[in-house]
């Protein structure tokens, strides 16, 4: 009766044993399970937690607390963007830029405009290298200083057209309108001047060495201080031409021999 006693008070004692661990264990495991999903108890940040929440709190793998200065400069040049200075990139653009815009302007295809009106226009901003001007009408066209050599201006109308300072050599010009055009210091040595038509032209101190003039019509143009050095002036017409103080021709020789004779 005794023993039975004993029994039945202790086995409600080791049931109660048994099951205290159980539930230990189950409160331990679930508390792990709430700190590895990250989260958060009053006035705590969890691990898992990112963005601005930790912002001055976790510094990379430790808190920004915990680093010494020398761990917060390696920090930072770990996680700084790469800077790249646009000193040593611009160079190079510039430079591949810059041989971009040489290749094009030496070996672009020439400039054609042949038959077109460009009566009155300002060209002096084209480069017109080996240009086709052919049969182009350039009345009154600004000209001045523009690179035409080698041009093609073949039975162009270039009535009182400026060409001051351009460059013509080589270019040809056979059977052109010139008159009245302004062609002051231009450069026309090897240009084919055959049958231009330059009355009342102004060509005042023109280079025209080895230019040919045959057959030009000079009437009342003005050749002063031109270099005529080798021009082929057979056939020109030079009623009241002004060849006053041109040079490295017989006719300038004539004519400022006659021109000091008579003042």
């Given at each position: 009766?005794?023993?039975?006693?004993?029994?039945?008070?202790?086995?409600?004692?080791?049931?109660?044993?048994?099951?205290?661990?159980?539930?230990?264990?189950?409160?331990?495991?679930?508390?792990?399970?709430?700190?590895?999903?990250?989260?958060?108890?009053?006035?705590?940040?969890?691990?898992?937690?990112?963005?601005?929440?930790?912002?001055?709190?976790?510094?990379?793998?430790?808190?920004?607390?915990?680093?010494?200065?020398?761990?917060?400069?390696?920090?930072?040049?770990?996680?700084?963007?790469?800077?790249?200075?646009?000193?040593l990139v611009?160079?190079?653009?510039?430079?591949?830029?810059?041989?971009?815009?040489?290749?094009?302007?030496?070996?672009?295809?020439?400039?054609?405009?042949?038959?077109?009106?460009?009566?009155?226009?300002?060209?002096?901003?084209?480069?017109?290298?080996?240009?086709?001007?052919?049969?182009?009408?350039?009345?009154?066209?600004?000209?001045?200083?523009?690179?035409?050599?080698?041009?093609?201006?073949?039975?162009?109308?270039?009535?009182?057209?400026?060409?001051?300072?351009?460059?013509?050599?080589?270019?040809?010009?056979?059977?052109?309108?010139?008159?009245?055009?302004?062609?002051?210091?231009?450069?026309?040595?090897?240009?084919?001047?055959?049958?231009?038509?330059?009355?009342?032209?102004?060509?005042?101190?023109?280079?025209?060495?080895?230019?040919?003039?045959?057959?030009?019509?000079?009437?009342?143009?003005?050749?002063?201080?031109?270099?005529?050095?080798?021009?082929?002036?057979v056939g020109?017409?030079?009623?009241?031409?002004?060849f006053n103080?041109?040079?490295?021709?017989?006719?300038?020789?004539?004519?400022?021999?006659?021109?000091?004779?008579?003042?």
């Amino acid at each position: 009766m005794y023993i039975k006693f004993i029994l039945v008070t202790l086995i409600p004692l080791v049931l109660s044993i048994g099951t205290i661990p159980g539930l230990g264990l189950d409160l331990f495991q679930e508390a792990d399970a709430l700190k590895s999903d990250g989260m958060n108890t009053p006035g705590r940040i969890a691990v898992k937690s990112y963005g601005s929440a930790n912002n001055g709190i976790v510094c990379g793998d430790r808190l920004c607390s915990d680093l010494t200065s020398k761990d917060a400069i390696e920090l930072t040049s770990m996680n700084a963007t790469p800077q790249i200075s646009p000193y040593l990139v611009m160079p190079v653009i510039f430079s591949e830029q810059y041989v971009t815009n040489q290749v094009t302007k030496e070996f672009s295809s020439p400039i054609d405009l042949s038959g077109q009106n460009l009566y009155g226009k300002s060209l002096n901003h084209l480069d017109l290298r080996y240009a086709n001007l052919a049969n182009t009408n350039l009345k009154g066209a600004d000209l001045e200083g523009v690179d035409l050599t080698g041009a093609n201006l073949q039975s162009s109308f270039l009535y009182n057209a400026n060409l001051d300072g351009a460059i013509l050599k080589d270019a040809n010009l056979s059977n052109s309108n010139m008159i009245r055009a302004y062609l002051r210091d231009a450069d026309l040595s090897n240009a084919n001047l055959s049958n231009v038509d330059f009355r009342w032209a102004d060509l005042t101190s023109a280079n025209l060495t080895n230019a040919n003039l045959q057959y030009a019509t000079l009437f009342r143009a003005n050749f002063a201080s031109t270099d005529l050095y080798n021009a082929d002036l057979v056939g020109v017409g030079t009623g009241t031409t002004n060849f006053n103080d041109c040079m490295n021709h017989p006719t300038c020789k004539w004519t400022n021999y006659h021109t000091k004779m008579n003042s």
